[in-house]
Nanobody, 119 residues
Framework: QVQLVESGGGLVQPGGSLRLSCAAS????????MSWYRQTPGKKRELVAT???????NYADSLKGRFTISTDSTKNTVYLQMNSLKSEDTAVYYC?????????????WGQGTQVTVFS
């Protein structure tokens, strides 16, 4: 069974840092890209950052310089390092993995982790 397990959310004051993790089960197949999205109530889920299997990264313009996406050596775990956090970064953060398995590409989603930036 394919699983994505997220961790690392929580409460932090403005200017603080958090690191989110998302571990994909080995059964997920061949990963082609891993991403982080975020969503606040009443708004569409928005892309935060993506990293491809080749190591290329892409960020939402408004987050460049503060957030960093990376993977571990196995490339089955993706991280999101968030620095200089602002109240507007408060959201539920979701991990997304695109993988090739059983002759097709599929998108898989984590359960979401709450990040709250408060003063």
């Amino acid at each position: 069974q394919v699983q994505l397990v997220e961790s690392g959310g929580g409460l932090v004051q403005p200017g603080g840092s958090l690191r989110l993790s998302c571990a994909a089960s080995q059964s997920i197949g061949t990963i082609t890209a891993m991403s982080w999205y975020r969503q606040t109530p009443g708004k569409k889920r928005e892309l935060v950052a993506t990293i491809t299997s080749g190591g290329s990264t892409n960020y939402a313009d408004s987050l460049k310089g503060r957030f960093t996406i990376s993977t571990d050596s196995t490339k089955n775990t993706v991280y999101l390092q968030m620095n200089s956090l602002k109240s507007e970064d408060t959201a539920v953060y979701y991990c997304n993995v695109r993988a090739f398995r059983v002759l097709r590409f599929d998108d898989y989603w984590g359960q979401g982790t709450q990040v709250t930036v408060f003063s």
